[in-house]
């Protein structure tokens, strides 16, 4: 049995569709560095699951690259929403989700979700702890039709 998430950004220009194992859990995480404090980011991922970002007007995309540059932040260039960040290793894409944009939306506790700090890690400790938590099936669709 599949689990199906769907949302997007405020206008809808990104749309998000997370589907995962029946027993699945999404364990919602802060990340602690200023652009996701800022964004108020709270990211899932499900490793298994499989994520497709479809990009409806793509014009309205936004890559960010900041940092170390081992991520790449997807956002609405109308209305501002984060929707998640992606990281190509070893020619395969995978991604964290903003459960923010989830509706209906995640019940969580948001001020009891712990905060990581990431900053410490080297990049090869970085991309590694990406490739077993972050959602290893990514398919970007782009297009007014998609």
Known sequence: MQKRFN?????GAIRVT?????????SPRHCGCDFCQRHAALYVSVPSGHLTLTL???????????GHQTATFLLCRRC????????????QLYAVLNANVL???LSVDKPSVPVADY???DISV?????????????TVVEGPSA
């Open 7 to 11: 949302g997007s950004c405020h206008c």
């Open 18 to 26: 997370l589907e995962a194992e029946g027993n699945a859990s999404l």
């Open 56 to 66: 409806a007007e793509p014009d309205c995309v936004s890559w960010y690259r900041f």
């Open 80 to 91: 501002g929403v984060f929707a998640a960040a992606t990281c190509e290793l070893e020619g």
């Open 103 to 105: 509706a209906p939306p």
């Open 119 to 121: 900053e410490a890690e």
């Open 126 to 138: 970085r991309l590694a702890r990406r490739k077993q938590r972050w959602i290893s099936h990514v």
